[in-house]
């Protein structure tokens, strides 16, 4: 196996523009032209309508991590700008938008909606710019579920006392919500969207590697014409998501992100009264059965642990595949690792592109080092890395037993840890033996069989013979160190309700 720097695995994962040894066809180069955005070189936060500068008048830059290079500087928020963010909602909710019919509400969300949509593929090239991931699936998956997000909410708005909470269900006030940068359109969504259609007001804290598109969606809320201070969003570094959920004016605090932070955030919460939802991290177990369609279960492996480089909460990380199948599966994998395209995000044929930041680029070959020092067998299809930017091959480890810390800890990374088992209970007992809980795969032909885990796996989600689908009426989320509450569907909405 091989153990050179990641930038030295050779093999034929393909960079934009090569031919393929064995096909003797190449793909030509698709890049989808970074024109469609206008990046500013400095943003502000947006605060009562408005975009300004912090307080302090400090910046940081965001940088595409696929070329190492600043796309541009954002206003660092502190404790201040908070302050004010916080004042503006509060002012918005009791003067405007908790006194709105729903009806009234629902027109906005719908504009907020349909403005998405047009301006799609701006949001697409500047999410993928910012974060790293390919154009085809911030373009097909990130984009068009957050504006699905936004007409689905928009529909609830007016219906709210049909929504099977009482005759008469109250928001909450004002909501402090802080996301991280894996998803950082749809995660805003998925948080703006049901405290809006509930009637709260909304203080949004990005993830500081991923600004920019909370930053779109902002002025989206502008031309939107939606009431100034109904949507704010401060961004900064994590002590700028500490001073909001610690604020005293927040009635709300909706957090996305580690398991880690998630506890602060709780001590932090605990005894002051306000509303908690968690979404935390995940370690989950993708399980194929000897009966499941080989073909469809590797392509549901791949996008399980591959979509997204693996910077996914429900990531598909741990392949619990029946030992009988164990090597067909296997090689099939392999194969298919094999014809993968890594390299530049905003090209339309790319399938794996750059890793966030290099503080994740560190983690992920903290934690592979670990996996290979332990006993694990580590593999990665030939794969020659781009020079700059932040990047890391397709990895798969096998030979992996429980106590690894690579079948432990969450790797938020393009690396599959594959263990086996020979019996559905095996199989149950291994998935489980986790702290986290939020999501789980089943491949396998028996509707029967499929049932009986779904009872028994302890995850929020349970995909049966497919992975990471997400609908905005269907409720997310996880328990134990996967944190609580749900988001979407009518669950998500009860979130945002004083019920
Ligand atoms: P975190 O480091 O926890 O950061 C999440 C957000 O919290 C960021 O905006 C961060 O700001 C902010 N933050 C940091 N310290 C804080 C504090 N003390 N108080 C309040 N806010 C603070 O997570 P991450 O690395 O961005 O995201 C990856 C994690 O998110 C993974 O564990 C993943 O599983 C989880 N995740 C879960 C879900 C669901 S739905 N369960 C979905 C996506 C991601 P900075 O960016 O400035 O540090």
């Not at 259609?197 to 203080?203: F, L, P, Q, S, Y």
């Not at 996996?371 to 781009?386: I, K, M, Q, V």
């Not at 007992?429 to 009986?452: D, F, M, Q």
Request: proline share 6%.
């Amino acid at each position: 196996m091989d153990s050179g720097s990641d930038a030295e695995r050779t093999g034929t994962v393909l960079m934009q523009g090569q031919v393929t040894g064995q096909a003797g066809w190449d793909y030509a180069p698709a890049p989808e032209a970074a024109s469609s955005v206008t990046l500013a070189s400095e943003y502000g936060l947006f605060i009562n309508g408005e975009f300004g500068p912090a307080a302090s008048g400090r910046l940081f830059p965001t940088v595409n991590p696929a070329t190492e290079e600043p796309l541009a500087q954002v206003a660092e928020a502190g404790e201040e700008d908070v302050d004010r963010a916080v004042a503006a909602a509060r002012a918005a909710y009791a003067g405007v938008w908790s006194r709105m019919p729903g009806t009234e509400r629902a027109v906005y969300l719908y504009r907020i909606a349909r403005l998405l949509q047009e301006r799609s593929r701006e949001f697409a090239v500047l999410e993928s710019l910012d974060n790293g991931k390919p154009i085809r699936e911030s373009r097909d998956v990130d984009v068009p579920l957050a504006a699905a997000h936004f007409f689905y909410h928009a529909g609830w708005a007016d219906k709210l006392e049909h929504a099977g909470f009482g005759p008469s269900p109250r928001p909450l006030g004002v909501a402090g919500q802080v996301i991280p940068w894996n998803f950082p359109l749809l995660m805003a969504a998925w948080k703006v969207a049901p405290a809006l259609a509930a009637g709260n007001t909304c203080v949004l804290k990005p993830a500081e590697t991923t600004p920019l598109t909370a930053l779109l969606l902002a002025e989206v809320c502008q031309q939107a014409g939606l009431p100034p201070g109904v949507l704010n969003v401060t961004t900064g570094a994590g002590s700028a998501g500490a001073a909001l959920v610690s604020h005293p004016g927040v009635d709300k605090v909706a957090f996305t992100g580690s398991t880690e932070v998630g506890k602060e955030i709780q001590r932090a919460v605990a005894g002051t009264g306000k509303r908690l939802t968690l979404e935390l991290g995940g370690k989950a177990a993708n399980i194929v059965f000897d009966d499941a369609p080989v073909e469809a279960a590797v392509e549901g492996i791949v996008n399980g642990i591959f979509f997204n480089q693996g910077h996914v909460c429900c990531a598909g990380s741990r392949l619990l595949v029946q030992e009988s199948v164990a090597d067909a599966v296997l090689g099939r994998l392999r194969d298919r690792l094999a014809v993968l395209r890594l390299g530049d995000p905003l090209d339309k044929n790319t399938d794996i592109g750059a890793i966030n930041s290099r503080q994740q680029l560190d983690k992920i070959r903290e934690l592979s080092d670990a996996g290979e020092a332990e006993g694990a067998e580590r593999w990665s299809p030939p794969c020659r890395l781009p020079d700059r930017g932040f990047w890391f091959p397709p990895t798969v480890f096998t030979g992996v037993s429980q106590s690894h810390r690579i079948a432990r800890e969450e790797i938020f990374g393009p690396v599959l840890s594959v263990l086996t088992f020979r019996t559905p209970a095996e199989a149950v007992a291994k998935a489980n033996n986790t702290p986290y809980g939020l999501s789980a795969g089943v491949w396998t032909e028996k509707g029967s069989r499929i049932l009986w885990l779904a009872q028994r796996l302890r995850a929020g989600v349970v995909w049966a013979n497919t992975y990471n689908r997400f609908d905005p009426a269907s409720p997310f989320g996880g328990y134990r160190e996967s944190g609580f509450g749900r988001e979407g569907g009518r669950h998500g909405l009860g979130a945002y309700l004083d019920v």
